[in-house]
């Protein structure tokens, strides 16, 4: 739900628009992939290179490079799931690139308060009203559009939660289909309603304005893929082409997001193979499609995916993995400057544990995501410091992004 004030109007079937004031694209895009759940960092980019990394996962640990079902080598010390096989040519053309041992500086394990301070942006604040994408939204420049920052995904994520619009659509097909309101008889009625209403004229036009363009773009896209071949069958590497598609369709949609879930792995959680892996092979195949399928527009998209913490560095009982601290973002476009493992990496032996059990947090999420919105969006010091009030905690001195 937004923390908004007044309406939400229908833009698609299961869609909506919030009402606030919003600010058209400019070329520059991001877009953020949000795991919910708290994906096992240490198995995504797993330091095999480190002799605790065995014995700490006798069972779910990944393989060595080269053994059946190992890890891919990235640097001699860390490699990539083989799940995410399709992302090595990004990482061969220094497109990619992860920051390990990040996350929020607060403790909490708990899912719920973790990804809220992460969407936020203000860790250990409770009470803070908008998410810093939608922060984001009221600091770029340029002239209000009610696109300029879409999701995908159920419900309005906290994260674009606040003054500025955005606009919302389901995943799957359902994004792109017709609503009651494109029915011309319904779309007058409501038209007439709306027209001289002062409190919520302004918003059902924005949703309106959202759903044609997206309407329109869709439309595009299905010739597109006619043309050149249908996506892929499920999940995210589907929405991520439908994604992609309508981000180079629609010129004003400059920031987006998605979240996926199901990385909450207690038991059973397998290692070149089983649960994890097959949650990570849509996920790899949907960023490369994305990535891919942005063409021109990628080399000026930065994407970021990230988790609201990391994992147990031990394995538990059951095959798995419980609530951590420190993980591993990961960073994709034009401007990154990829083929590294960034990061404070201190090692899996105790005393470099948090608290003797977790990856600790040596880069804070903030700092990441600054870099971004200063080096690709051009945001100056002053916005920055409305973007992210209370600042990094740690972590600004690594420079992830090409001059």
Sequence with gaps: MMAATGL??????????????????????????????????????????????????????LAAPGQDNGALDLDGYFGLHPALAPLQTLWNEKKLAFVHASGSPDPTRSHFDAQDYMESGTPGKKSTQDG??????TILPGPVSPTRAISIGPLMPRILTGRASATNLPAGDAGGKANLLDKPQVGNAFDQLY??????????????????????????????????????????????????????????????????????????????????????????????????????VFQD?????????????????????????????????????????????????????HEGRDLPVTTDFRAVLAQIAERHLYLNDKQLGQLFPAGPSFGSNINFMRS
Excluded: C
């Excluded at 520059?28 to 995504?44: C, P, Q, S, T, Y």
């Excluded at 810093?132 to 939204?137: I, T």
């Design 195 to 296: 027209q001289n209403n002062e409190k919520f004229g302004r918003t059902y036009q924005d949703a309106k304005d959202a759903h044609k363009e997206v309407m329109s773009a869709s439309l595009e896209n299905e010739m597109q893929m006619a043309n050149n071949g249908a996506p892929l069958p499920n999940g995210f590497p589907k929405d991520a082409a439908r994604l992609a598609k309508l981000m180079r369709s629609d010129i004003n949609i400059q920031l987006a997001f998605v979240a996926l879930g199901g990385w909450d792995t207690h038991a059973n959680q397998g290692s070149g193979t089983g649960q994890l892996a097959n949650r990570l092979a849509p996920l790899g195949q949907g960023l490369a499609t994305l990535a891919q399928q942005l063409g021109p």
């Design 301 to 353: 998209t930065s994407i970021v995916v990230m988790s609201e913490f990391g994992r147990t560095a031990r394995q538990n009982g059951n095959g798995g993995t419980d609530h951590g601290h420190g993980n591993v973002m990961w960073l994709l476009g034009g401007d990154i400057a990829g083929g590294k493992v960034y990061g404070d990496w201190q090692g899996l032996s105790g005393g470099g544990l």
């Design 132 to 137: 810093w994408l939608n922060r984001m939204l």
């Design 8 to 61: 939400l109007i229908p833009v698609g079937s299961s869609a909506w628009a919030a009402a606030g004031d919003a600010q058209t694209a400019n070329k520059r895009k991001l877009i953020v992939v949000m795991l919910r759940g708290a994906v096992d960092g240490l198995n995504v980019v797993a330091p095999y290179g480190d002799p605790e990394y065995a014995r700490l996962r006798p069972t779910i640990g």
